[in-house]
């Protein structure tokens, strides 16, 4: 098993564990810890909901703790000074600081008691810890300090090095904190946990190092669940594989019965939180700015994807993205390039077919007519999975098979329905213009309907704009969005529009100009009529059917 830095063993035990956020992954990793007899503590913002009644009993009848409604006992935690040490040890001083001593007597004697006796002297001295924060405000240790050692029952770590770092973790608090991906880095409850030097990691990063099985980990702005569907499909055709993460179910979910490659869709957000997380094989699909938000700019939103790439055994990377082209200059692991014939380890497109080049040894793998999915950007994502499944001895003949067999993700670019020769296409996974601008380049020499608006991310509209004018015949636009898209339109020459009061409106419309195709690709965010992308996909999908009867 990988004994990853961030995991607190005591003892060979887990102790106190906060999670933060009752999500799916949150619920997944209190319930894995819970079963390694871990005292788990939940901590959800917002309000429960009657959807949240039947998995909080399940929590609760398990021995969880759960506060809804706000981080409030939570903070109270994080805030109790330490509790149940030798009166010897701790003495609280005035001014509201905390004065620890620890004497070579009874360190050896507490040590002993917990079966681990130490000869040599290790630690004299006074540690300071500010009563709000805990941060620790010095360190003195005289010279002659023996070798390095961990006090069990205190949390503390000492060194031999005189200028290392002394660890404090308050025992009568969390040893890890386990958190969801929508909790950004700079909440409050974040930036409380770490100033109690509790390490916070993701539900990935918690899964990772439990076990040995390796991960392909895939990342990016699009198309990574595409990818990591896929992969995971041809992978299944001689392995147990299993796609997780940010898609399919949590990976500490597996931990009992693991598959032989976790093929694990890792968001931003995610890798934001997970230090450690070094996958099998690495791969990143794209790169343009999103969430800036959440990650406070674009250098932090990319740092947080590149983290995983520091040493996996291979890094798969888009030979078109020139950012990513740059970076695979200076990341780990053995590189691969897809999207064009570059370098000696790649795969293309070449003479209507999909190859794969290895050392410079190339390999037709498949034909693009034998490919379900339309467009560059389905050809890309078919590369990706092509090479993870070579890299794992997946032979051609059964990718060629998986790939035949394999069923797009729904919501993304799906096509579901056809009627009066109009095809019409689901891609509201499409939450922001470059994921918009791939669909649409899907179309040529087609009369294209395009459904597009909702929350407006406020993005550059100038290459959407332009991809529009060449691919698409009309625009209807639904949304916060739609003012900000009609105008930006109209500016780069597109005059074809018109509005629509909702997404069925919008669906009566297109139909009324009978096109070729349908699109809904909204280039926006769904919070403003809906609660995310799948729920807007699912109207879409259901009142099409309705009208077709």
Not at 9 to 27: A, E, H, P, T
Not at 305 to 319: I, Q, T
Not at 329 to 350: I, P, Q
Not at 427 to 442: G, M, R, W
Request: hydrophobic content about 40%.
């Amino acid at each position: 098993m990988y004994g990853g830095a961030a995991v607190v063993l005591y003892g060979g035990q887990m102790k106190k564990v906060l999670v933060l956020g009752l999500s799916k992954s949150g619920i997944s990793a209190a319930k894995y810890l819970n079963s390694q007899g871990a005292d788990v503590f939940i901590t959800e913002k917002r309000t429960e909901t009657p959807e949240d009644k039947t998995v909080i009993e399940e929590l609760t009848a398990l021995g969880i703790k759960i506060e809804t409604g706000g981080h409030e006992k939570a903070l109270q935690l994080l805030a109790a000074p330490p509790r149940n040490l030798p009166k010897r040890i701790l003495t609280i001083l005035k001014g509201g600081e905390w004065k620890l001593c620890v004497d070579n007597v009874i360190a050896r004697r507490e040590l002993a008691r917990r079966g681990n006796p130490v000869k040599s002297t290790f630690l004299t001295g006074l540690l300071r810890f500010a009563r709000n924060d805990e941060a620790i405000k010095s360190y003195q240790c005289p010279q002659g300090e023996g070798k390095p050692f961990t006090l069990v029952p205190l949390g503390i770590q000492t060194h031999k090095a005189h200028s290392s770092p002394v660890r404090f973790v308050n025992p009568s608090t969390f040893q890890l904190a386990v958190t969801s991906p929508g909790i950004p880095p700079h909440s409050e409850i974040i930036q409380r946990v770490k100033s109690r030097n509790i390490p916070v990691i993701s539900e990935i990063e918690l899964a990772y190092t439990q076990t040995d099985k390796p991960f392909i980990a895939i990342t990016g702005t699009n198309g990574k669940t595409t990818v990591t569907a896929l992969t995971a499909h041809i992978l299944g055709q001689d392995f147990k594989a299993a796609a997780c993460g940010n898609y399919g179910i949590p990976p500490c979910s597996l931990l009992e019965a693991p598959p032989d490659y976790f093929v694990c869709e890792c968001s931003s957000y995610q890798l934001e939180m997970s230090p450690n997380f070094t996958p099998y094989i690495a791969v990143w699909t794209n790169f343009t700015p999103d969430h800036l938000d959440w990650h406070e700019g674009e250098e932090n939103y990319f740092n947080a994807k590149a983290k995983m790439f520091k040493s996996p055994d291979f890094a798969v990377l888009n030979a078109l993205d020139k950012r990513l082209l740059e970076f695979a200059k200076v990341c780990g692991g053995e590189v691969f390039l897809f999207g064009a014939d570059t370098g000696e380890n790649c795969a293309y497109v070449k003479d209507k077919a999909i190859f794969y080049k290895r050392n410079n040894v190339e390999e037709k793998i498949i034909r693009l007519a034998d490919c379900p999915m339309i467009g560059e950007h389905n050809y890309q994502n078919i590369m990706c999975a092509v090479i993870c499944a070579k890299l794992a001895g997946v032979q051609n003949n059964k990718i060629v098979s998986a790939v035949k067999s394999f069923k797009v993700p729904e919501h993304r670019m799906e096509k579901f329905a056809s009627f009066n020769g109009i095809d019409f296409y689901n891609d509201s996974k499409a939450t922001n213009p470059e994921a918009a601008i791939v669909a649409v380049k899907s179309f040529d020499n087609s009369n294209v309907v395009l459904i597009a608006g909702g929350r407006d991310k406020n993005t550059d509209l100038t290459g959407f704009c332009n991809e529009v004018k060449k691919h698409i015949t009309s625009v209807i636009l639904i949304g916060e969005a739609a003012q900000r898209f009609e105008e930006n339109l109209k500016k780069n020459g597109f005059t074809n529009i018109e509005r629509a009061s909702s997404t069925e409106n919008a669906v009566d419309r297109a139909i009324a100009l009978k096109p070729d195709a349908v699109l809904l690709s909204p280039a926006c965010a769904s919070f403003d009529m809906y609660s995310g992308y799948e729920e807007r996909g699912k109207v879409f999908k259901e009142y099409v059917q309705k009208r077709l009867g």
